[in-house]
């Protein structure tokens, strides 16, 4: 899920029109990030190149190590295995009850499996690496570049687990925060990279319409509720919580909270993916202020830490 923590999209525009900053903005996987008004331009207390990054050895552990692809390649394997359970159970349902909408009973729908894009399907590792390189922060400007370029490679096993539920009729469905905007670039770098894509209505990007349901910010509720409406969702994957439930505050006692609700779902109906790169876990503990300048919120990371654990 692309998105380095959660704000609204749209309100990150009107502040960007009003003249507001900091200003904040919605990654493809669902985190709001600070936007700056020239990606050429770094900010006050943006660091050098040479200084040290937070990001380095994650984004070096993603691209170079055999710990992080034997890490994805296990957690597709495993979920390939429960795919033939999950299929021959009528009620076997990975959308919580919520989530599904009394309309729409999830017996008798054709049957779909639900992923996440970015670090689930599509490893960015090399747009990350331009960041720790540059001493920047992701913004919207170098982000489209990125995905127009049309690189990204599978994560590993992903290919394989999408293969062989295609073959036994299930459709992938890619519930990505990466807006519409970027859904042709998005469609074509999959496809180059062999994943399966049944036809345009597949990618459920940030800004999809969903009839009777209001998006709040980069939350995925409401398109997991459209896809409710047709598929039976046997599997949902993703490497952020929000990638499977909605998040109602994101807090580090809330998502413990919904971690421990739903703990039995994971390796079962629910899978994650490791990415230590980003996410909306790093927004929770500095109370989400993005506008806080980068240093502040460094100090507050470290703050966080627990020696004693």
Same mark, same amino acid.
């Given at each position: 899920m692309r998105t380095p923590a959660p704000a609204a999209f749209l309100l990150a525009t009107a502040f960007a029109l009003a003249g507001c900053k900091p200003v904040s903005f919605t990654a493809p996987d669902g985190t709001a990030t600070p936007m700056q008004p020239d990606a050429t331009v770094a900010a006050p207390d943006q660091p050098a190149a040479t200084d040290a990054d937070d990001n380095l050895n994650a984004v070096l552990w993603v691209q170079r190590s055999a710990e992080y692809q034997a890490n994805a390649i296990?957690? *597709?394997?495993?979920?390939? /295995?429960?795919? /033939?359970? %999950?299929? @021959?159970?009528? &009620?076997? /349902? +990975?959308?919580?009850?919520?989530?599904?909408?009394?309309?729409?009973? +999830?017996?008798?729908?054709?049957?779909?499996?639900?992923?996440?894009?970015?670090?689930?399907?599509?490893? &960015?590792?090399?747009?990350? +690496?331009?960041?720790? %390189?540059?001493?920047?922060?992701?913004?919207?400007?170098?982000?489209? @570049?990125?995905?127009?370029?049309?690189? $990204?490679?599978?994560?590993?096993?992903?290919?394989? *687990?999408?293969?062989? $539920?295609?073959?036994?009729?299930? =459709?992938?469905?890619?519930?990505? &925060? @990466? $807006?519409?905007?970027?859904?042709?670039? =998005?469609? %074509? &770098?999959l496809r180059a990279e062999g994943l399966p894509v049944k036809d345009d209505s597949v990618f459920l990007g940030l800004g999809t319409h969903v009839e009777g349901c209001e998006q709040q910010g980069s939350e995925k509720l409401c398109r997991r509720r459209l896809a409710g409406r047709e598929y039976r969702v046997l599997m949902q994957f993703g490497d952020q919580l929000g990638d499977f439930v909605e998040i109602v505050a994101n807090t580090p006692e809330a998502r413990a909270g919904l971690l421990a609700e739903y703990e039995d779902w994971f390796g079962e109906r629910w899978w994650m993916l490791p990415n230590p790169t980003y996410g909306s876990w790093e927004p929770a503990v500095f109370n989400n202020a993005w506008s806080e300048p980068r240093n502040a919120r460094r100090a507050m990371k470290r703050s966080a830490l627990n020696p004693q654990k």
């Open positions: 296990s957690i *597709f394997r495993a979920a390939a /295995d429960h795919l /033939d359970a %999950a299929l @021959r159970e009528p &009620n076997w /349902d +990975a959308l919580v009850p919520d989530e599904r909408e009394q309309a729409a009973p +999830a017996a008798g729908l054709a049957p779909a499996v639900i992923m996440d894009i970015d670090e689930t399907v599509l490893d &960015n590792s090399p747009y990350q +690496a331009r960041l720790v %390189a540059d001493g920047a922060e992701y913004d919207e400007v170098t982000w489209d @570049r990125w995905v127009a370029e049309k690189k $990204a490679k599978p994560v590993p096993g992903v290919v394989e *687990f999408a293969s062989t $539920a295609e073959a036994k009729g299930v =459709t992938i469905l890619y519930l990505s &925060n @990466r $807006a519409v905007h970027l859904k042709e670039a =998005t469609l %074509a &770098n």
